[in-house]
């Protein structure tokens, strides 16, 4: 049995990791000002307002239309693939609700600032991983749960 369109769940997902995304956005751009730091753990992480005119993790900085491009043509690319997944697991709704509810997150920022505020710096020390934020958070958990699943299931499909 196989459901073509998302169960409510997706729904839900995707207006909690909306709300959550935004509402955490508005506190650091109201408390922090632009490049400064709220040490959270000293040494490992701290809230870091910063603005993301490119991509993921920073990549094509200032290059706006063709990333706003980029963002239209995978929405319609996921629009079209909507309903060739199986919608009936638990796992898909999850999965896809977060997904979609970060990128809506993200977008919206774009749309509304004309960047992604982000704020989430973990370092070690003088070292810093990318500073990110709550939708792009959602994004890879969920793209991580859907590949180590892909994984899972080639594995088991191995030893058969």
């Given amino acids: 049995m196989s459901a073509r369109w998302p169960r409510p769940l997706f729904f839900i997902v995707i207006v909690l990791v909306l709300a959550a995304d935004q509402l955490s956005k508005a506190w650091v ?17 701290d809230l870091t307002f910063t603005h993301n005119t490119g991509v993921a993790f920073g990549m094509f900085p200032g290059e706006g239309f063709v990333v706003d491009l980029l963002v239209v043509a995978l929405a319609l690319g996921a629009l079209f693939y ?15 609700g977060a997904i979609v509810g970060g990128a809506l ?7 509304r600032i004309g960047y992604v505020v982000d704020f989430l710096d973990f370092h070690l020390g003088v070292y810093h991983w ?12 969920a793209v991580t ?16």
């Fill in 29 to 45: 751009r109201a408390n922090i000002p632009l490049h400064d730091s709220l040490p959270v753990i000293p040494g490992y992480f």
């Fill in 82 to 96: 909507l309903p060739s997944l199986n919608w009936v697991p638990l796992e898909t709704n999850l999965t896809g």
């Fill in 105 to 111: 997150g993200n977008l919206l920022d774009r749309v």
């Fill in 130 to 141: 990318f500073i990110f934020n709550v939708a792009d958070s959602c994004i890879c958990v």
């Fill in 145 to 160: 749960w859907l590949v180590l699943g892909q994984l899972r299931t080639t594995s088991e499909e191995r030893k058969r």
